[in-house]
């Protein structure tokens, strides 16, 4: 007899695992997730950078840090276990007045949905929060303390395991070969491991989310972008709680690794496709726009060996693409997050379990992230992206 579930999940990431936990909290218990890797956390999850803000541009990224971060506080309360919370804040350093003014337009909007700690700083506030900074290219910046770093895996796992103590099951080293439709609407998945009937099915694949739904004969604008993150070996002289620390003239940021730093920066020559290596020049790149950043930068010892990439699922506007599909009745996306997966995980979960078994997102009002929105003329813009 062919196995069935209420609901497949396919991937097993933070944001699979996420919505897997919100459906059994909605009574949800027959839920399969499928990760085709043998251990969870091999895709983006596991190279995530593990930063969470809410000092976003748009409403609805502003929304979705807003049930977020209180949820990785109280993590523990819900899950049973830790989140890795800690909140050192993210200090976004402008160095022009379009800067500045960007920031005061954002602060506003933000506090007009309810986040109201952020603080416009100037430049002997910045310094005063990081003091190697290079002070003739500061003009001020702005802070949020609730802002901060969750440990990714440390997340995954307590959803998942909280998931499966209320029924939900997990399949690890499967991989889905097909989604069956019959009649325009899901009928189940073919894996590895034989069929599965279903009548809902969730895209939560990642960097191969586009492929995923092809195999229901669906269309999804999601690429993948290589990421890649260089640690510096022991470097003294930050305070403890160290925030994320943003240079919005390049976009390069740092925050601290163990007695290290971890350094990132999006370059802007970077190509969509599955490149699995650290492209060597890339190190020279980004340790010029540090030492631009913080003058003793140009002395930070670096490994190259110890670098490494991870992909960004990256839609057209760089927001993600939540709730159903158009052409297959029963598909669900939660897709195309462009580098915000990790932090916005709860959200997404709890968006994706209302639409499926509400039939609405009730909690956050999520249909702008619909994936008609690219067809209707209706992409959004962010231009707050790390």
């Known amino acids: 007899m062919a196995e069935t579930a209420d609901v497949v999940i396919i991937g097993a990431g933070i944001v699979g695992s996420s919505i ?35 000092q976003f541009a748009t409403d609805i990224n502003i929304r979705m840090s807003l049930y977020s971060i209180p949820f990785f506080a109280r993590f523990g309360e819900e899950t049973g276990h830790p989140s890795g919370y800690k909140p050192h804040g993210y200090l976004f350093v402008a160095s022009s007045e379009r800067h500045l003014e960007y920031l005061r337009a954002n602060r506003e909007r933000q506090a007009a949905l309810g986040l109201r700690n952020v603080e416009t700083l100037s430049r002997e506030d910045v310094l005063a929060v990081v003091p190697r900074l290079r002070p003739d290219a500061i003009l001020g910046g702005s802070f949020c ?21 209320r029924g939900a099951r997990l399949w690890r080293g499967v991989e ?30 990642g960097p191969w989310a586009a ?15 290589r990421r890649m993150l260089v640690p510096t070996e022991p470097f003294p002289g930050f305070p403890e709680k160290l925030p994320m620390t943003i240079d919005m003239s390049s976009g390069f940021h740092f925050r601290r690794e163990g007695p290290g730093l971890l350094f990132a920066w999006a370059d802007p020559a970077e190509t969509p496709g599955f490149k699995s290596w650290v492209e060597p020049a890339f190190i020279e790149k980004i340790l010029t726009r540090a030492a631009g950043f913080v003058p003793a930068f140009a002395n930070v010892p670096v490994n190259p060996k110890r670098a490494w990439w991870g992909f960004y699922e990256v839609s057209p506007d760089h927001h993600a693409i939540l709730g159903p599909a158009p052409e297959v009745e029963g598909l669900h996306y939660a897709n195309g ?50």
């Open 337 to 386: 997050f462009s580098g915000h997966g990790v932090m916005h995980s709860p959200a997404t979960g709890c968006i994706v379990a209302e639409w499926i078994v509400e039939g609405r997102p009730r909690t956050i009002d999520a249909t702008p992230l619909l994936v008609t929105r690219f067809a209707e003329g209706r992409a959004i813009e962010e231009s707050a992206v790390l």
């Open 211 to 225: 492929p995923v739904a092809k195999l229901a004969g669906a269309g999804l604008p999601v690429e993948p972008l």
């Open 176 to 205: 889905v070969t097909g989604i069956r439709v019959e009649s325009g609407r899901v009928a189940g998945v073919v894996t590895a491991n034989g069929e599965v009937a279903a009548r809902v099915v969730v895209n939560a694949a």
């Open 20 to 54: 897997a936990w919100h459906l059994t909290r909605l009574g949800v218990r027959d839920v399969l997730a499928i990760e085709r890797e043998p251990h969870q956390g091999k895709g983006s999850t596991g190279k995530s950078m593990g930063g969470v803000r809410a």
């Open 145 to 165: 303390p609730t802002d901060g770093f969750v440990d990714p895996h440390s997340v995954m796992t307590g959803f998942t395991a909280s998931a499966l103590g």
